[in-house]
């Protein structure tokens, strides 16, 4: 399952590498540690000897331990000196819990970097810089677009906007029912639709639902196995509303943190303060509609089922759109058959200022980092 630390290492040949394939093995590396490693980033690192042959991989540990190229480097030994290193966000040049990333990739005798996204944090910005002046050769942007839409995505946009990178997942009918009008809802989509939603809340750190579907649905909001066993490392489960859940329900339980607010924004500023970066928002339709008004739903994957109900709820209800002209427009990302069902990922259309949520961000990109960019779904987030 994506984000467990036991999956096993990625492969490759013993042949040399280009950056390009280097990096991709740098962005499987880290998808490894995705879910385990905030408040930070998710990095992968990938050492080539003098030979372009890989010499070590490493990936972000848990906060306070080593970063990626640390481990990289560790991995690699001797056979770093000369190299090239390959990593999915510039290296750090601050102190913060570990020494800087520039300075061991200088003490390891590291001549090159590709990194493909520069680190929009200004306190640990400027490993670039750093290098350069080093006399290293530094390359920003290698596979910027893969990289900004992997693991690293969810923790670039809590650094630049401030608020942590919220998810929307829904499943539903061809019509758009998540239910029958008996309100069972038990099982729309397939079994391989429902194993990609238990990966997804894996590397998540957060799954938010609202009490009215806990109480109709009473879900558990945990991350299993194929085999339905829970995976060690499971998300924060978060109750969003002002009813309490039902006595001896899933959700009734101490390790649930229960905001009792409808509103988007004290969510996501609480969250934040427990060093959430990813949500993932599962319901139900009321809490969707006042997160996409409030364009706070930076991402939508729909998982739709092949069939028709023709009544009963709706996925989304009221969204703030009260004319076709406020309709909310979604750049679909991509569409893949899973199983029987459909998935449809899609971001936020385009707004003016707004800074697109997958896109490469450039240490040479010219003008600063914005400190916050209101780039979500909703009425807030168009001009």
Same mark, same amino acid.
């Given at each position: ?23 991709? @093995? ?36 848990? =906060? ?90 969810? !923790? ?11 998810? !929307? ?21 397939? =079994? ?43 998300? $924060? ?19 649930? $943190?229960? $905001? ?7 969510? @996501?500023?609480? $969250? ?29 994957? #729909? ?15 009221? #969204? ?27 971001? =936020? ?35």
């Amino acid at each position: 399952m994506p984000g467990a630390t036991n999956d096993p290492a990625p492969t490759v040949g013993d042949g040399p590498l280009d950056a390009a394939a280097a990096m991709r @093995l740098a962005l499987a590396v880290s998808a490894r540690v995705h879910g385990t490693t905030s408040p930070n980033p998710p990095v992968g690192c990938v050492v080539l000897d003098r030979d372009g042959r890989v010499a070590g991989t490493g990936a972000t540990a848990p =906060p306070g331990g080593p970063h990626a190229e640390v481990a990289a480097l560790a991995e690699a030994g001797e056979r770093a000196r000369g190299g090239t290193a390959v990593v999915t966000l510039e290296p750090c040049a601050h102190h913060g819990r570990t020494p800087p990333c520039t300075d061991a990739l200088r003490a390891a005798g590291i001549v090159a970097v590709h990194a493909g996204v520069a680190d929009p944090n200004p306190v640990a910005a400027g490993g670039a810089a750093v290098l350069r002046a080093a006399g290293v050769d530094v390359t920003v942007g290698t596979l910027g677009a893969e990289v900004a839409a992997g693991p690293l995505r969810g !923790w670039l946009h809590a650094t630049r906007t401030g608020r942590p990178h919220v998810t !929307w997942k829904f499943a539903a009918t061809l019509d758009g029912r998540s239910a029958a009008a008996d309100g069972s809802s038990r099982w729309i989509t397939g =079994p391989a639709a429902r194993a990609r939603v238990h990966a997804l809340r894996a590397t998540s750190d957060a799954v938010v639902v609202g009490t009215g579907t806990a109480l109709a649905d009473d879900p558990a909001l945990t991350a299993r196995d194929a085999a339905g066993t829970p995976v060690p490392r499971q998300p $924060l489960r978060v109750l969003v509303g002002l009813r309490h859940p039902r006595p001896g329900s899933h959700l009734d339980a101490p390790d649930v $943190l229960h $905001l009792r607010t409808h509103d988007p924004d004290e969510v @996501l500023a609480a $969250l934040h303060a427990r060093g959430v970066v990813d949500v993932l928002l599962e319901g139900g339709p009321r809490l969707a509609g006042a997160f996409l008004a409030a364009g706070r739903v930076d991402r939508v994957l #729909a998982h739709l089922a092949p069939a028709l109900l023709g009544a009963g709820p709706a996925a989304l209800a009221d #969204a703030g759109v009260g004319t076709i002209a406020d309709i909310l427009r979604l750049q679909v990302a991509s569409v893949e058959l899973v199983g029987g069902d459909l998935v449809v990922d899609a971001v =936020p259309g385009p707004a003016r200022g707004a800074v697109d949520p997958v896109a490469p961000w450039s240490a040479d990109q010219a003008g600063p980092v914005p400190a916050v960019v209101d780039g979500g779904l909703g009425r807030k987030g168009r001009r």
